[in-house]
Structure formats: structure tokens, C-alpha cells
T-cell receptor, first 114, second 110 residues
Framework: NAGVTQTPKFRILKIGQSMTLQCTQD?????MYWYRQDPGMGLKLIYY???????DKGEVPNGYNVSRSTTEDFPLRLELAAPSQTSVYFC?????????????FGNGTRLTVT | GESVGLHLPTLSVQEGDNSIINCAYS??????FIWYKQESGKGPQFIID???NMDKRQGQRVTVLLNKTVKHLSLQIAATQPGDSAVYFC?????????WGAGTKLIIKP
């Protein structure tokens, strides 16, 4: 299993541009999450999904959108990039039916908005 | 509100010594806690977890202690090695999400 795979690894955007951060997992995990991590800080939840077709907002959803059309994929969309969205983005997943089980993380996407 | 915090942002330990990383939480109703290790340029990696019906759990070279009376948990790493250098996060489970502390950076001195 590849686990949780995120692409791209790095990206630089200009203010107002849009992009999609890709996340896919091959572990048949129902629960998937998007976090952002600012320098020297912990992780903040952006959006999460408990299964295909179901998404919900986390702590910091403004400026982002998600979709979950399949169990494997959970893309994160930035429509109008702002400097405040400069961060490292992590996607994570966990085993079916147990939202409190340990998360499996991807290696992150480092995004800079200038 | 809920919060999870760490006592020390940086911890320097001599190679071979034991490391103790501390974490405080505020939600007494939380029943599940997890320690993660994050190496530079990587995502967090699960180390060990503990549920509130336990006060101690041991893994390979790691032990987590939970003190519900003072809402405190700690991660003990035995015989610290250079590969243990990382940022360590405690996280408190709340419904579908985790509440993360800011992290403690563990530095290993040769």
C-alpha cells in the first residue's frame, strides 16, 4: 500500500489564483481529513469527510472547498489564494467506522502565496 | 473551551538518556489521546495512544502516562537516539477530529 499520497509537494501561487491539492489513499479508509500547519504550530482542521459524498467543515474552512466523490480521493480546492493561506497542508485518513483511531498522514503540500 | 497544550517548546536530551515530553489538556470528558512524531518535511506519524480508562501504556521504547486528576499526559522515550529528533505532538480526540497542541521539539545532543 502507498498509504496517503499528496500532490504536489510544493507550489507557489500568486494572490487570487486557484488550485487543487490532491489527496488519495489506498487503504479503504472512510474518514479523511485536511489540515493546515503554520510554522511552529500544531495542525488545524480545515475539512473532513466520513465517507464518499459526505463532507463537513472543520475549525478553519474559510477560503477552501472539498469534495469526496470516491472513497479514495479527497481534493482540497483554493479558489482565490490569499497570503494567509501560505502553509503546509496535510491530508490524513483513518480506518472505517472509528473516527478516533490514529490518523495516517501524507507528507504534505507546501504552499506559498505571494 | 477545549485546548491541548505542551509545557515546553524545545527539549534537549543527551543521547542515551530518557526523554519526557509533557502535555496538558483541558477537556475532562476527553477519552482518547494520541502522541505523534513529526520529522522535518514529513507528516505526523502515530507513536502511541491511550484511552481514559488506562493510566499507562507501553510500546517499544515509549511509554505514555495519563493523569486524569490533573489532566496531564506525558510521553517517555527510553534511551533516546538520534533518530528520535523530531517535533512531538499530543492530540486529544473529540468526536471526528483531533485537537492538537503546538508541539515540542526534541533535540538529541551527541
Amino acid at each position: 500500500n502507498a498509504g496517503v499520497t499528496q500532490t504536489p509537494k510544493f507550489r507557489i501561487l500568486k494572490i487570487g489564483q486557484s488550485m487543487t491539492l490532491q489527496c488519495t489513499q489506498d487503504m479503504n479508509h472512510n474518514y479523511m481529513y485536511w489540515y493546515r500547519q503554520d510554522p511552529g504550530m500544531g495542525l488545524k482542521l480545515i475539512y473532513y469527510s466520513v465517507g464518499a459524498g459526505i463532507t463537513d467543515k472543520g475549525e478553519v474552512p474559510n477560503g477552501y472547498n472539498v469534495s469526496r466523490s470516491t472513497t479514495e480521493d479527497f481534493p482540497l480546492r483554493l479558489e482565490l489564494a490569499a497570503p494567509s493561506q501560505t502553509s503546509v497542508y496535510f491530508c490524513a485518513s483513518t480506518i472505517p467506522g472509528q473516527g478516533n483511531s490514529p490518523l495516517h498522514f501524507g507528507n504534505g503540500t507546501r504552499l506559498t502565496v505571494t | 473551551g477545549e485546548s491541548v497544550g505542551l509545557h515546553l517548546p524545545t527539549l534537549s536530551v543527551q543521547e542515551g538518556d530518557n526523554s519526557i515530553i509533557n502535555c496538558a489538556y483541558s477537556n475532562s470528558a476527553s477519552d482518547y489521546f494520541i502522541w505523534y512524531k513529526q520529522e522535518s518535511g514529513k507528516g505526523p506519524q502515530f507513536i502511541i495512544d491511550i484511552r481514559s480508562n488506562m493510566d499507562k501504556r507501553q510500546g517499544q521504547r515509549v511509554t505514555v502516562l495519563l493523569n486524569k486528576t490533573v489532566k496531564h499526559l506525558s510521553l517517555q522515550i527510553a534511551a533516546t537516539q538520534p533518530g528520535d529528533s523530531a517535533v512531538y505532538f499530543c492530540a486529544e480526540a473529540s468526536v471526528y477530529q483531533l485537537i492538537w497542541g503546538a508541539g515540542t521539539k526534541l533535540i538529541i545532543k551527541p
